[in-house]
Structure formats: C-alpha cells, structure tokens
C-alpha cells in the first residue's frame, strides 16, 4: 500500500509560479515512477508529468512542456511540480500517483490506468 497526500495548490494569477508538493508512504519511495494528473470539471484524468525511478527519465504533456518542471525528493519521499507562467487552462485540481513499474516508456507513463495508487487531489486556480 502506499500513501500519498498532495499540497501546495490554491489562487494565482495568470503568469504567477506554484510548486505542488507530493508526500508518499508506505512503500519504498523510489522504487516506483510517479506521476502529476489534473482533471477538469466533467473531464478525465488528464496526463500533466512523469518521472521514472531515479530520475532516469521525466515526462510532460505538450500543454505544459517548458513551463511545469517534475523533480523528486527520495531522501524525503516526496515528489514536486513546479509549475510557472501558469495560465488560466491550467486550472484543475492536481493528484499525483504511483505508477505500477519502476522504467515506465512515454505511453504508459500518460495513462492513468498503469497508476496504482492516488492522492487525494489539491486545488490549483489561475485567474486572469
């Protein structure tokens, strides 16, 4: 079982920066991926990043690239998203979760069914 409790989202204005914080227990950290997904009103989960096990490799949807960086933490069993030049599309509330393999390929990394494990979801809101 694993854990993982979200924080960090709340208002901001457009072009503004929030960092979205991921703390997981209850297994081994950093011996899984772990992914950000956001979802609209209405809408399923949208892929947002990824990063394998040992940073090996990270992953962004083409809306965020270049704007939203994904890091992590093992010593402190937490995963991050930096997200900056935030815009108003971006408003969604956040979950992180636990991918099922260590090395997942860019296709298995964007689907959410390959994920085990969710948090609970943070609130992020970019007004203009």
């Known amino acids: 079982q694993v854990q993982l409790v979200e924080s960090g989202g709340g208002l901001v204005l457009a072009g503004g920066s929030l960092r979205l914080s991921c703390v997981a227990s209850?297994?081994?950290?950093?011996?899984?991926?772990m992914g950000w997904f956001r979802q609209h009103p209405g809408k399923e989960h949208e892929f947002v990043s990824a990063?394998?096990?040992?940073?090996?490799?990270?992953y962004y949807a083409d809306s965020v690239k270049g704007r939203f960086t994904i890091f992590r933490d093992n010593a402190k069993n937490t995963v991050y998203l930096q997200m900056d030049s935030l815009k108003p599309e971006d408003t969604a509330v956040y979950y992180c979760a636990a991918h099922r393999t260590a090395y997942p390929d860019p296709p298995r990394a964007a689907n959410p069914v390959e994920y085990d494990y969710w948090g609970q979801g943070t609130q992020v809101t970019v007004s203009s």
């Open positions: 209850g297994r081994t950290f950093n011996s899984y991926a």
């Open positions: 990063i394998t096990r040992n940073d090996i490799n990270t």
